[in-house]
């Protein structure tokens, strides 16, 4: 495994500055964030997994770690995440959401797929959150999203979040329905460092956001707006708890993640956690 830094371990791992600054009527102590650090590397087999070694378990909040090739990338389920050798963003972070209950660990899910969201409307893209966490453009998926958290009985300690944003991909060879990348919709190259530069700003502002109720009430109602096919209307599913395909209404997400249904069939609200339902499109 092949390791490039563009910027210096040491330097990566500098711990979050505090320091004492004047604020309207009195003085307070106001954190300060580090610029944002991105570690490229060569390649590495999987930026998730890179992440859960000891080596990377001092890495400061808000560190990205991105591969130009990344050989066994991971997704949802346990799949594979395809991407061409330096075309495309694949990265992972670590985040201590303790502010987070374990029941709300799904507002940081929700804060990472609008930040992709807000990121693609400044290109131009209107996008929208397939549940759980796929970003859609229209039907077709331009990034996947994997979020791992270390929680105990009372917070949630640490998590490490990933992406695969299809960036300048045109070509894709493997099974995966329906992709798409930036390139594609908007015809130009975009450079991969500046994708992950402007993402990682969002993804640090939208994460934050989740510190408080306001945020957090912010933040679902934003992800309530983007969120693919809530629109009022009935569409197909496949029900695997009941082995059938059903037609219905999306109805709430809640803040562990489970996604309410109204079945029209006989307007009963039914909850769905993530291997239990299957969109049709």
């Given at each position: 495994?092949?390791?490039?830094?563009?910027?210096p371990?040491?330097e990566?791992c500098l711990?979050?500055?505090?320091?004492?600054?004047?604020?309207?009527?009195r003085?307070?102590?106001?954190?300060?964030?580090?610029?944002?650090?991105?570690?490229?590397?060569?390649s590495?087999?999987?930026?998730h997994?890179l992440?859960?070694t000891p080596?990377?378990a001092?890495?400061?909040?808000?560190s990205?770690?991105?591969?130009?090739c990344?050989?066994?990338?991971r997704g949802?389920?346990?799949n594979?995440?395809?991407?061409?050798?330096?075309?495309?963003?694949?990265f992972s972070?670590p985040v201590?959401p303790t502010?987070?209950l374990p029941?709300?660990?799904f507002?940081?899910?929700?804060?990472?797929?609008l930040?992709?969201?807000?990121?693609l409307q400044?290109?131009?893209?209107e996008?929208s959150v397939?549940w759980?966490?796929?970003?859609?453009?229209?039907?077709?998926?331009i990034?996947g999203i994997?979020?791992?958290h270390?929680?105990?009985a009372t917070r949630?300690?640490r998590s490490?979040?990933?992406?695969?944003?299809?960036?300048?991909?045109?070509?894709f060879l493997?099974?995966?329905p329906?992709?798409?990348?930036i390139k594609?919709?908007l015809?130009?190259?975009?450079?991969?460092?500046t994708?992950?530069t402007?993402l990682?700003l969002?993804?640090?502002?939208?994460?934050?956001l989740?510190?408080t109720?306001?945020?957090?009430?912010e933040?679902?109602?934003s992800?309530m707006?983007?969120?693919y096919?809530?629109d009022g209307?009935p569409?197909?599913?496949?029900?695997?708890l009941?082995?059938?395909r059903?037609?219905a209404?999306i109805?709430d997400v809640?803040p562990?993640?489970?996604?309410?249904l109204?079945?029209i069939?006989?307007s009963s609200?039914?909850p769905?956690?993530?291997?239990?339902l299957s969109?049709?499109?």
């Open positions: 495994m092949a390791h490039h830094y563009f910027l371990i040491s990566a711990p979050p500055k505090q320091t004492i600054v004047p604020m309207p009527g003085v307070g102590m106001v954190g300060q964030y580090p610029p944002p650090r991105i570690l490229w590397l060569d590495t087999e999987s930026t997994n992440l859960k080596d990377y001092s890495l400061p909040d808000f990205m770690v991105a591969a130009r990344q050989t066994a990338g949802q389920r346990g594979r995440w395809e991407s061409e050798d330096f075309k495309n963003l694949t972070m201590s502010w987070l029941s709300q660990q507002a940081l899910s929700e804060a990472v797929a930040a992709v969201v807000a990121f400044s290109e131009g893209i996008a397939k759980p966490n796929d970003i859609y453009v229209g039907d077709r998926k990034c994997l979020i791992d270390s929680i105990d949630i300690l490490i979040v990933s992406a695969g944003l299809n960036v300048n991909q045109t070509l493997s099974d995966a329906n992709p798409v990348s594609q919709l015809n130009r190259d975009t450079p991969v460092e994708v992950a402007g990682l969002l993804l640090r502002q939208f994460i934050l989740t510190a109720p306001g945020g957090r009430l933040i679902h109602n992800f707006r983007r969120l096919r809530n209307l569409h197909p599913y496949f029900d695997h009941r082995d059938m059903m037609e209404v109805a809640l562990d993640g489970t996604l309410l109204r079945d069939a006989d609200i039914r769905y956690l993530f291997k239990q969109f049709i499109i």
